[in-house]
């Protein structure tokens, strides 16, 4: 009897802890069903929210953050970012831009989103006006010569592309052309300027062909796509790009380069 005893109670408490526990699972897998249906607040995805060169309006922020929140997002990031798209009216850090910042947050509250923003402009979260050239991100870029031998090769070789004016060497690499390429070495590629045109997004242009040749010619090597290409302002208060029309061996070919970039000359 006394071993019968002793065992009654371990059984009855395995099942009940077996019930319980079963019970408690069954109820977990519910939660987490709806949870996945209507996740919580606090479980809701939050998305990169891209301000495109200083391209943003007050209805576009309500339009964004409504959007957001139709479709469940928790919050977003705010990035300032300039991607090869043209510059709006409102440049980053300007009280223009500040105002859209403060009011992009009431709308945010309103919607109840969360909202953060990257230290910086940029990709890198490091860009600003403090930055120089020199601490700027950098890329790798490189020129080709080719030279048929033997023989002696005593010459200056073509910069590459640079951007913001930045230039430094890195090596100078010389290698026989592989074999399949032996004797192919051409002399450089003819590059012709047909035209070259300020233009205004909203209209109004300035044929500036004349004056880019004349930099050309005079041997700079890095142009700053400005008014002072045009000796005017064309379409004051817009946007301008400047567009280049030319023939590299008889192909037509157009470049196009934004307000304030530089546009480097490689045509030897």
Same mark, same amino acid.
């Given at each position: 009897m006394y071993t019968i005893r002793r065992m009654i109670p +371990?059984?009855?408490?395995?099942?009940?802890?077996?019930?319980?526990?079963?019970?408690?699972?069954?109820?977990?897998?519910?939660?987490?069903?709806?949870?996945?249906? %209507?996740?919580?607040?606090s479980a809701k995805p939050h998305t990169w929210w891209h301000w495109m060169y200083g391209n943003i309006t007050k209805e576009g922020i309500t339009a964004d953050?409504?959007?957001?929140q139709q479709i469940g997002l928790g919050g977003a990031q705010i990035f300032n970012v300039d991607s090869g798209v043209l510059p709006g009216p409102v440049p980053f850090m300007s009280p223009e831009w500040r105002e859209y910042f403060k009011f992009a947050i009431q709308q945010a509250n309103r919607l109840g989103l969360e909202m953060c923003v990257a230290n910086c402009a940029g990709w890198s979260s490091s860009?600003?006006?403090?930055?120089?050239?020199? %601490?700027?991100?950098?890329?790798?870029t490189s020129s080709e010569t080719r030279?048929?031998?033997?023989? /002696?090769?005593?010459? *200056?070789?073509?910069?590459?592309? *640079?951007?913001?004016? #930045?230039?430094?060497?890195i090596a100078v690499l010389a290698f026989k052309a592989p074999a399949g390429e032996a +004797?192919?070495?051409?002399?450089?590629?003819?590059?012709?300027?047909?035209?070259? /045109?300020?233009?205004? *997004?909203?209209? +109004?242009?300035?044929?500036?062909?004349? %004056?880019?040749?004349?930099?050309i010619k005079s041997g700079r090597k890095s142009i700053v796509v400005n008014n002072d290409l045009a000796g005017s302002d064309p379409a004051s208060g817009q946007v301008k790009q400047l567009q280049i029309e030319y023939t590299v061996d008889g192909k037509a070919l157009t470049l196009w380069?934004?307000? +304030?970039?530089? #546009?480097? %000359?490689?045509?030897e």
């Open positions: +371990g059984t009855l408490l395995v099942i009940m802890l077996c019930a319980t526990a079963c019970a408690d699972t069954t109820g977990t897998e519910t939660d987490l069903a709806r949870g996945f249906v %209507n996740p919580p607040h953050l409504e959007a957001m860009g600003g006006p403090w930055n120089t050239a020199t %601490n700027a991100m950098q890329r790798l030279a048929q031998g033997p023989a /002696v090769f005593d010459a *200056v070789l073509p910069q590459p592309e *640079v951007s913001l004016g #930045f230039y430094r060497d +004797g192919s070495a051409t002399s450089a590629a003819k590059l012709e300027i047909q035209r070259a /045109v300020y233009v205004a *997004v909203g209209g +109004g242009s300035a044929d500036v062909t004349a %004056n880019l040749m004349a930099l380069v934004d307000e +304030g970039k530089t #546009f480097t %000359n490689r045509s």
